[in-house]
Protein backbone atom coordinates (compact mmCIF):
# COMPACT_ATOMS: atom_id res chain seq x y z
CA UNK A 1 0.00 0.00 0.00
CA UNK A 2 3.07 2.05 0.30
CA UNK A 3 3.12 2.82 -3.62
CA UNK A 4 0.96 4.26 -6.42
CA UNK A 5 -2.12 2.04 -6.13
CA UNK A 6 -2.18 1.41 -9.93
CA UNK A 7 1.38 1.31 -10.09
CA UNK A 8 1.76 -1.33 -12.69
CA UNK A 9 -0.16 -0.02 -15.06
CA UNK A 10 1.99 3.50 -15.07
CA UNK A 11 3.80 4.36 -18.12
CA UNK A 12 6.81 5.95 -17.34
CA UNK A 13 8.24 4.13 -14.05
CA UNK A 14 9.84 6.78 -11.59
CA UNK A 15 12.33 4.47 -10.44
CA UNK A 16 15.65 3.07 -12.05
CA UNK A 17 15.67 -0.11 -10.37
CA UNK A 18 13.30 -3.03 -10.04
CA UNK A 19 10.42 -2.07 -7.67
CA UNK A 20 9.23 -5.01 -5.50
CA UNK A 21 5.74 -4.81 -3.54
CA UNK A 22 5.10 -5.97 -0.48
CA UNK A 23 1.70 -6.83 1.54
CA UNK A 24 0.82 -4.54 4.05
CA UNK A 25 2.39 -1.49 5.24
CA UNK A 26 5.92 -2.57 4.53
CA UNK A 27 7.58 -0.79 7.63
CA UNK A 28 7.28 -1.09 11.13
CA UNK A 29 8.69 1.11 14.13
CA UNK A 30 9.11 -0.64 17.75
CA UNK A 31 6.49 1.00 20.50
CA UNK A 32 9.12 1.78 22.66
CA UNK A 33 12.97 2.79 21.87
CA UNK A 34 15.95 3.49 24.03
CA UNK A 35 16.13 7.09 22.82
CA UNK A 36 19.87 8.03 23.14
CA UNK A 37 19.85 11.47 25.60
CA UNK A 38 20.16 14.79 23.82
CA UNK A 39 21.11 18.07 25.02
CA UNK A 40 17.88 20.48 24.39
CA UNK A 41 20.35 23.32 22.76
CA UNK A 42 22.11 20.92 20.78
CA UNK A 43 18.83 19.33 19.39
CA UNK A 44 17.60 23.38 18.64
CA UNK A 45 20.71 24.44 17.04
CA UNK A 46 20.43 28.38 15.94
CA UNK A 47 16.81 27.92 17.01
CA UNK A 48 18.15 27.81 20.69
CA UNK A 49 17.61 31.46 21.12
CA UNK A 50 13.50 30.76 21.41
CA UNK A 51 14.46 29.11 24.60
CA UNK A 52 15.86 32.23 26.35
CA UNK A 53 11.90 32.22 27.86
CA UNK A 54 9.79 29.30 27.50
CA UNK A 55 10.73 26.00 26.00
CA UNK A 56 8.92 24.19 23.06
CA UNK A 57 6.66 22.24 25.67
CA UNK A 58 5.88 25.10 28.05
CA UNK A 59 4.75 27.21 24.74
CA UNK A 60 2.23 25.00 23.86
CA UNK A 61 0.83 24.08 27.48
CA UNK A 62 -0.07 28.04 27.50
CA UNK A 63 -1.76 27.92 23.87
CA UNK A 64 -3.60 24.55 25.60
CA UNK A 65 -4.37 27.30 28.32
CA UNK A 66 -5.71 29.55 25.88
CA UNK A 67 -8.33 27.32 24.19
CA UNK A 68 -6.91 27.38 20.87
CA UNK A 69 -6.90 24.78 18.18
CA UNK A 70 -3.36 23.66 17.36
CA UNK A 71 -2.53 22.80 14.63
CA UNK A 72 1.06 21.29 14.36
CA UNK A 73 3.65 20.06 12.04
CA UNK A 74 6.65 19.28 13.35
CA UNK A 75 8.98 17.98 10.39
CA UNK A 76 11.85 19.23 9.40
CA UNK A 77 11.69 22.83 7.44
CA UNK A 78 13.06 21.05 4.60
CA UNK A 79 9.48 19.49 3.69
CA UNK A 80 7.88 22.12 3.72
CA UNK A 81 6.94 22.86 0.06
CA UNK A 82 5.38 26.36 -1.39
CA UNK A 83 2.23 23.85 -1.75
CA UNK A 84 1.50 22.80 1.62
CA UNK A 85 1.84 26.72 2.48
CA UNK A 86 -1.42 27.04 1.19
CA UNK A 87 -2.93 24.76 3.53
CA UNK A 88 -1.40 26.39 6.85
CA UNK A 89 -2.52 29.52 5.47
CA UNK A 90 -6.43 28.40 4.66
CA UNK A 91 -6.39 26.80 7.83
CA UNK A 92 -4.97 30.17 9.83
CA UNK A 93 -7.60 32.14 7.89
CA UNK A 94 -10.58 29.67 8.19
CA UNK A 95 -10.19 28.73 12.18
CA UNK A 96 -9.75 31.77 14.12
CA UNK A 97 -8.60 30.27 17.08
CA UNK A 98 -6.17 28.49 14.68
CA UNK A 99 -2.69 28.34 15.92
CA UNK A 100 0.22 26.49 13.84
CA UNK A 101 2.64 25.19 15.98
CA UNK A 102 5.42 24.73 13.22
CA UNK A 103 9.27 23.25 14.22
CA UNK A 104 12.50 26.22 13.29
CA UNK A 105 14.82 24.82 11.56
CA UNK A 106 18.67 24.22 13.41
CA UNK A 107 19.51 26.54 10.60
CA UNK A 108 18.27 30.20 11.32
CA UNK A 109 18.14 31.05 7.57
CA UNK A 110 15.60 27.97 6.42
CA UNK A 111 13.15 29.29 9.12
CA UNK A 112 13.49 33.05 7.88
CA UNK A 113 12.58 31.79 4.81
CA UNK A 114 9.40 29.75 5.29
CA UNK A 115 8.40 32.83 7.63
CA UNK A 116 9.01 35.17 4.98
CA UNK A 117 6.35 32.90 2.46
CA UNK A 118 4.20 32.63 5.04
CA UNK A 119 3.84 36.33 5.61
CA UNK A 120 3.75 36.90 1.43
CA UNK A 121 0.71 34.23 1.42
CA UNK A 122 -1.15 35.85 4.48
CA UNK A 123 -0.44 39.60 2.95
CA UNK A 124 -1.79 38.13 -0.63
CA UNK A 125 -4.51 36.66 0.83
CA UNK A 126 -5.95 39.21 3.54
CA UNK A 127 -4.40 42.58 2.32
CA UNK A 128 -5.67 42.73 -0.98
CA UNK A 129 -4.18 45.60 -3.21
CA UNK A 130 -2.68 47.19 0.01
CA UNK A 131 1.67 47.73 -0.36
CA UNK A 132 2.11 47.26 3.02
CA UNK A 133 1.32 44.29 5.47
CA UNK A 134 -2.34 44.81 6.78
CA UNK A 135 -3.36 44.80 10.61
CA UNK A 136 -5.65 41.26 9.82
CA UNK A 137 -2.45 39.84 8.04
CA UNK A 138 -0.69 40.77 11.13
CA UNK A 139 -2.98 39.36 13.67
CA UNK A 140 -3.35 36.12 11.88
CA UNK A 141 0.60 35.92 11.53
CA UNK A 142 0.65 36.34 15.30
CA UNK A 143 -0.66 32.95 15.62
CA UNK A 144 1.75 31.35 13.94
CA UNK A 145 4.76 29.72 16.19
CA UNK A 146 8.10 28.17 15.46
CA UNK A 147 9.35 26.12 17.71
CA UNK A 148 12.97 24.74 18.78
CA UNK A 149 13.06 21.13 17.99
CA UNK A 150 13.17 19.30 21.07
CA UNK A 151 15.31 16.09 22.74
CA UNK A 152 13.92 12.76 21.29
CA UNK A 153 11.98 11.77 24.65
CA UNK A 154 10.74 15.03 24.56
CA UNK A 155 8.58 14.33 21.40
CA UNK A 156 5.59 12.41 22.48
CA UNK A 157 5.07 14.91 24.85
CA UNK A 158 5.24 18.42 22.74
CA UNK A 159 2.50 15.86 20.35
CA UNK A 160 0.08 14.83 22.93
CA UNK A 161 -0.51 18.99 23.58
CA UNK A 162 -1.54 19.44 19.87
CA UNK A 163 -5.71 19.11 18.66
CA UNK A 164 -4.53 17.68 15.09
CA UNK A 165 -1.05 17.06 13.59
CA UNK A 166 -0.53 18.35 9.87
CA UNK A 167 1.12 15.80 7.62
CA UNK A 168 2.81 17.79 5.13
CA UNK A 169 3.16 17.12 1.28
CA UNK A 170 4.32 16.50 -1.38
CA UNK A 171 7.64 14.75 1.25
CA UNK A 172 5.73 13.28 4.51
CA UNK A 173 7.72 11.15 7.60
CA UNK A 174 7.42 7.62 8.48
CA UNK A 175 8.58 8.51 11.95
CA UNK A 176 7.08 10.94 12.93
CA UNK A 177 3.79 10.03 11.67
CA UNK A 178 4.37 6.63 13.79
CA UNK A 179 5.20 9.19 16.54
CA UNK A 180 1.92 10.73 16.59
CA UNK A 181 -0.18 7.40 16.70
CA UNK A 182 1.66 6.41 19.32
CA UNK A 183 1.22 9.83 21.29
CA UNK A 184 -2.70 9.18 20.40
CA UNK A 185 -3.50 12.10 18.67
CA UNK A 186 -5.66 12.46 14.75
CA UNK A 187 -3.44 13.43 11.91
CA UNK A 188 -4.47 14.70 8.69
CA UNK A 189 -2.65 13.25 5.61
CA UNK A 190 -3.18 13.89 1.66
CA UNK A 191 -1.16 10.72 0.19
CA UNK A 192 0.90 11.52 -3.08
CA UNK A 193 1.67 9.42 -5.84
CA UNK A 194 5.20 8.04 -4.76
CA UNK A 195 6.20 6.51 -1.80
CA UNK A 196 7.53 9.51 0.15
CA UNK A 197 4.30 11.36 0.63
CA UNK A 198 2.48 7.76 1.21
CA UNK A 199 3.77 6.49 4.59
CA UNK A 200 1.23 8.81 7.10
CA UNK A 201 -1.59 7.26 5.02
CA UNK A 202 -0.40 3.63 4.67
CA UNK A 203 -0.24 3.49 8.68
CA UNK A 204 -3.90 5.13 8.44
CA UNK A 205 -5.27 2.31 6.14
CA UNK A 206 -3.72 -0.12 8.42
CA UNK A 207 -5.56 0.72 11.60
CA UNK A 208 -8.84 0.37 9.42
CA UNK A 209 -10.04 2.85 11.92
CA UNK A 210 -13.89 2.33 10.01
CA UNK A 211 -13.81 -0.83 11.45
CA UNK A 212 -13.70 0.84 15.17
CA UNK A 213 -15.89 3.42 13.76
CA UNK A 214 -18.27 3.25 10.39
CA UNK A 215 -18.18 7.34 10.48
CA UNK A 216 -14.45 7.27 10.88
CA UNK A 217 -13.56 6.32 7.37
CA UNK A 218 -12.74 9.22 6.13
CA UNK A 219 -11.22 11.19 8.97
CA UNK A 220 -7.64 11.48 7.93
CA UNK A 221 -7.27 10.88 4.48
CA UNK A 222 -7.69 14.02 2.13
CA UNK A 223 -8.14 13.47 -1.49
CA UNK A 224 -7.65 17.32 -1.97
CA UNK A 225 -5.50 20.45 -0.31
CA UNK A 226 -9.40 21.83 0.09
CA UNK A 227 -10.21 18.61 1.54
CA UNK A 228 -7.19 18.10 3.67
CA UNK A 229 -8.46 21.82 5.12
CA UNK A 230 -11.74 21.10 5.75
CA UNK A 231 -11.10 17.23 7.42
CA UNK A 232 -8.16 19.50 9.76
CA UNK A 233 -10.32 22.08 10.92
CA UNK A 234 -13.00 19.59 12.00
CA UNK A 235 -10.68 17.37 13.85
CA UNK A 236 -9.09 20.52 15.55
CA UNK A 237 -13.16 22.06 16.17
CA UNK A 238 -15.17 19.18 16.63
CA UNK A 239 -14.21 17.93 20.67
CA UNK A 240 -16.45 15.00 19.97
CA UNK A 241 -15.33 14.01 17.04
CA UNK A 242 -11.80 14.42 17.55
CA UNK A 243 -12.26 12.34 20.93
CA UNK A 244 -13.70 9.55 18.77
CA UNK A 245 -10.81 9.24 16.07
CA UNK A 246 -7.95 9.39 18.92
CA UNK A 247 -9.75 7.05 21.02
CA UNK A 248 -9.87 4.69 17.71
CA UNK A 249 -6.11 5.12 16.77
CA UNK A 250 -5.44 4.22 20.53
CA UNK A 251 -7.36 0.94 19.71
CA UNK A 252 -5.78 0.18 16.61
CA UNK A 253 -2.50 1.87 16.72
CA UNK A 254 -0.97 -2.06 17.71
CA UNK A 255 -1.34 -2.45 14.47
CA UNK A 256 1.64 -0.36 13.47
CA UNK A 257 4.08 -1.06 15.76
CA UNK A 258 6.43 -4.09 15.72
CA UNK A 259 4.29 -5.41 12.88
CA UNK A 260 5.77 -8.86 12.38
CA UNK A 261 4.26 -9.38 8.91
CA UNK A 262 7.08 -6.59 7.50
CA UNK A 263 9.49 -9.17 9.47
CA UNK A 264 7.74 -12.16 7.38
CA UNK A 265 7.94 -9.98 3.81
CA UNK A 266 11.66 -8.91 4.00
CA UNK A 267 12.26 -12.34 4.90
CA UNK A 268 10.65 -13.61 1.74
CA UNK A 269 12.62 -11.60 -0.41
CA UNK A 270 15.68 -12.31 1.14
CA UNK A 271 15.61 -15.93 1.06
CA UNK A 272 14.35 -15.97 -2.24
CA UNK A 273 16.82 -13.71 -3.50
CA UNK A 274 19.74 -15.43 -2.18
CA UNK A 275 17.84 -18.65 -3.79
CA UNK A 276 17.35 -20.27 0.18
CA UNK A 277 15.31 -23.31 0.27
CA UNK A 278 12.79 -22.44 3.01
CA UNK A 279 9.15 -22.49 3.59
CA UNK A 280 6.98 -19.56 4.02
CA UNK A 281 5.69 -21.35 7.19
CA UNK A 282 9.22 -21.69 7.90
CA UNK A 283 9.99 -18.12 7.97
CA UNK A 284 6.73 -17.34 9.69
CA UNK A 285 8.02 -19.31 12.42
CA UNK A 286 11.40 -18.05 12.32
CA UNK A 287 10.71 -14.15 12.71
CA UNK A 288 7.74 -14.95 14.94
CA UNK A 289 4.84 -13.79 12.68
CA UNK A 290 1.18 -14.98 13.30
CA UNK A 291 -1.28 -14.21 10.31
CA UNK A 292 -4.40 -12.94 10.80
CA UNK A 293 -7.67 -11.76 9.40
CA UNK A 294 -6.22 -8.81 7.87
CA UNK A 295 -3.28 -10.72 6.56
CA UNK A 296 -5.33 -12.53 4.45
CA UNK A 297 -4.97 -12.48 0.44
CA UNK A 298 -8.73 -11.15 0.26
CA UNK A 299 -8.43 -8.53 2.88
CA UNK A 300 -5.36 -7.01 1.46
CA UNK A 301 -7.48 -7.00 -1.95
CA UNK A 302 -10.22 -5.65 -0.81
CA UNK A 303 -7.93 -2.83 1.19
CA UNK A 304 -5.99 -2.02 -2.56
CA UNK A 305 -9.71 -1.73 -4.04
CA UNK A 306 -11.03 0.69 -1.45
CA UNK A 307 -7.51 2.30 -2.39
CA UNK A 308 -7.72 2.47 -6.42
CA UNK A 309 -11.17 3.87 -6.20
CA UNK A 310 -10.27 6.69 -3.17
CA UNK A 311 -7.33 7.51 -6.06
CA UNK A 312 -10.47 7.74 -8.71
CA UNK A 313 -11.69 9.97 -6.86
CA UNK A 314 -9.21 12.47 -6.24
CA UNK A 315 -7.85 12.23 -9.70
CA UNK A 316 -11.92 13.14 -10.58
CA UNK A 317 -12.00 16.31 -8.25
CA UNK A 318 -8.77 17.56 -9.25
CA UNK A 319 -9.75 17.83 -12.56
CA UNK A 320 -13.15 19.08 -12.15
CA UNK A 321 -11.27 21.80 -9.49
CA UNK A 322 -8.71 22.91 -12.50
CA UNK A 323 -11.52 23.16 -15.06
CA UNK A 324 -13.21 26.01 -13.16
Known amino acids: ?57 EQMAHLQHQDSHIYMCFQSIQKMQPAFDHVLIDILVGDPLAHLALQASRHSKQTETLQRRLQTSLKEQLCGNEAIDCPAMKKAYDRIHFLPRVKSDEVLDLIQKASVVLHPFPFGGSKTASDVINAGVPLVTYPQAYLRGRM ?112 RRSVALGQKINAQ
Open 200 to 311: AAVFIKSMALEEVDPDLGSCCIASSPSDYVTKAIRLASDDDYRSRVAQAIQQRSDRIFDDKSVSFEWGRLLTRALQVRISDEEIQVNVGFVPQARHDEEYMSKAMEDEQARW
Open 1 to 57: MKEHPFRTQLIDDHYSEQVVLFDGQAISFPRTSNELKQDSLMAAGDAAVLLSNQTSL
